[in-house]
């Protein structure tokens, strides 16, 4: 695991980019895990500018977005199909036929099915090659919630009162936000090559110290990436203001020969 402290999110989103821009020009039908929020939304940005001045070409690649509320259509303004398509794929070359995000408008025995045939999709794509996280200010990832199985598949989940407030801020009010979403699960999250955590702000903190330093625990599941041999966390000052190695974690970015990526 690599902690990379960046001055402001600007800068951390955009070493991010750079990382993401190398795979999909080395692998350009790259399969790339998404999230939303508001935390990659400059990264979304620095892609879309590296599309459009760069060249950076996403016509192969492959997406499969974490999670979606369910209830909610593709169209409703706080979907995450809506996010996905404002923020990220209207603005790059991407093929719709290519690009995968759960169906929030099922029911019943139609959701156990979906989560299944996902997985299956996500195998048939040969994996995810490079998964973006962000962090709940709970430790959630994708929408794992505290307690969540670390072996867990997608799934239906319930939010947390946390939760539902902390994102009550994209809709009308908190009581509009659904008690349900589907995610992958912590399990498939794992299976990706690569994962890089981006978080900032001290509203980020608590839950980034516990993630890096803290046990491996179901209480906070970004821990579980301390298992994962490829994942590295970008952060702002702020969100990494609670690290104890805060220090060390610079210094080694600082020492890394010049032949590794992200230097
Ligand atoms: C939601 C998403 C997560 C995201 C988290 C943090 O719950 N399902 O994938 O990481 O919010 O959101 P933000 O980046 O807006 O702080």
Not at 143 to 156: H, K, M, Q, V, Y
Not at 158 to 187: C, K, Q, Y
Request: proline share 5%; with cysteine; aromatic share 8%.
């Amino acid at each position: 695991m690599e902690v990379i402290i960046s001055a402001d999110p600007e800068s951390a989103s955009s070493r991010a980019a750079k990382h993401i821009a190398r795979l999909v020009r080395t692998k350009p039908e790259a399969v790339l895990g998404l999230a939303t929020g508001s935390t990659p939304l400059l990264l979304y940005k620095e892609l879309i500018r590296m599309h459009r001045n760069e060249g950076l070409d996403f016509s192969r690649v492959r997406t499969f977005n974490l999670d979606e509320y369910l209830g909610l259509a593709p169209s409703h303004p706080a979907s995450y199909h809506q996010f996905m398509w404002k923020n990220f794929f209207d603005h790059i070359n991407i093929n719709p036929a290519r690009t995968h995000i759960p169906n929030g408008l099922l029911s019943g025995e139609d959701v156990t099915k979906f989560c299944a045939s996902y997985e299956e999709e996500i195998r048939l794509a040969g994996g995810m090659d490079l998964q973006i996280l962000g962090i709940g200010s709970d430790g959630h990832i994708g929408f794992n919630e505290p307690g969540s199985s670390l072996a867990s598949r997608t799934r239906i989940k319930t939010l947390t009162r946390r939760t539902r407030s902390d994102n009550a801020r994209f809709f009308r009010s908190e009581n509009d936000v659904p008690h349900h979403v589907i995610t992958m699960g912590i399990g498939t999250i794992m299976e990706a090559k690569e994962v890089l955590l981006l978080a900032f702000g001290e509203s980020k903190a608590t839950a980034v110290a516990g993630a890096v330093e803290g046990p491996i625990t179901a209480s906070n599941p970004a821990s579980i990436l301390q298992m994962h041999p490829a994942a590295k966390f970008h952060l702002d000052e702020s969100a990494a203001s609670r690290l104890e190695k805060h220090d060390y974690y610079r210094w080694v970015f600082e020492q890394k020969p010049p032949w590794q990526a992200d230097a």
